[in-house]
């Protein structure tokens, strides 16, 4: 049991020292990230299309 007792004391300790983004950032990567996804699913749905048209 004490090990259980050590293990989450650590991880207490651990998560304590995390540095966690401010809500602006969070958003500001979020937008970036679908930025991103909705880019490359475009251009793999047009270039998926042209490819089909052209063969």
Known sequence: M???TTFFREVKEEMQKTDWPSGK???KDSATIFGVLIFFSAFFY???WILT???
């Open 2 to 4: 004490k090990k259980v």
């Open 25 to 27: 950032e969070l958003r």
């Open 46 to 48: 047009l270039s998926d």
């Open 53 to 55: 048209t052209l063969l």
